[in-house]
């Protein structure tokens, strides 16, 4: 089974600040998803990644896909209370057959 | 829009009881999902189902759980006996088509179960 890894497990800052957060297997993926959460509600496709070193950008936040299909990052500029939830990195297992999803990152903005 | 409806919101059970949730995917979507997610982790898929078939159940634990879509389309998760253990949110997720880890997956909003 390929696990996923993400870091950090909670993360609160103050609004407007800048912050990374991180999906890391030692598994190579053939392509990355990621996805918010809500409290209370099913999560919801943010971007999907494929090509290694690949950039996306999404408003305020940019994705990035590792060399090696390894890892992947999540960046927001100047965070808003309405980024706060819980971000989830997912990928396809060895099998092509599922996802796999790795544990979150919860994001807590603060106005 | 187009949604994917999950009920109940909330269920609240004693071990040892069955309990039943329902999913009605997005019309014309193929695939469809149940996933289970602890309190604090991420989603872990419980069964996958192409049409009326099911594509992979590796991880539903089949002496309690039971999952079925009949018609290939609104799908049945049910759970009996309850246990402790198996509190959790339940969400059912659809997809147009399995096509490897490219297809975007719509999550309802999902079931909280709470088993005393």
């Known amino acids: 089974t390929q696990l996923l890894e993400q870091s950090p497990q909670f993360l609160s800052i103050q609004e407007g600040e800048n912050l990374t957060v991180y999906c890391n297997s030692s598994s190579v993926f053939s392509s990355l998803q990621w996805y918010r959460q809500e409290p209370g509600e099913g999560p919801v496709l943010l971007v999907t990644?494929?090509?290694?070193?690949e950039v996306k950008k999404l408003k305020r936040l940019t994705f990035q896909f590792g060399d090696a299909r390894k890892d992947s990052s999540l960046h927001i500029t100047a965070a808003q209370p309405g980024d706060t939830g819980l971000y989830l990195c997912a990928g396809p297992d060895n099998y092509g057959q599922n996802f796999v999803f790795g544990p979150g990152t919860r994001l807590s903005v603060l106005p | 829009e187009a949604e994917v409806a999950q009920s109940p919101r909330y269920k609240i059970t004693e071990k040892s009881q069955a309990v039943a949730f329902w999913c009605d995917p997005i019309s014309g979507h193929a695939t469809l999902y149940w996933y289970r997610q602890i309190l604090g982790q991420g989603p872990e898929l419980l069964v996958q189902f192409q049409d009326e078939s099911v594509v992979d159940d590796s991880q539903l634990p089949k002496d309690r759980f039971s999952a079925e879509r009949l018609k290939g389309v609104d799908s049945t998760l049910k759970i009996q006996p309850a246990e402790l253990g198996d509190s959790a949110m339940y969400l059912c997720?659809?997809?147009?088509?399995?096509?490897?880890?490219?297809?975007?997956?719509?999550f309802g909003p999902g079931t909280r179960l709470t088993v005393l």
């Open positions: 997720a659809s997809s147009l088509e399995w096509q490897g880890g490219y297809n975007e997956q719509f």
């Open positions: 990644v494929v090509t290694g070193g």
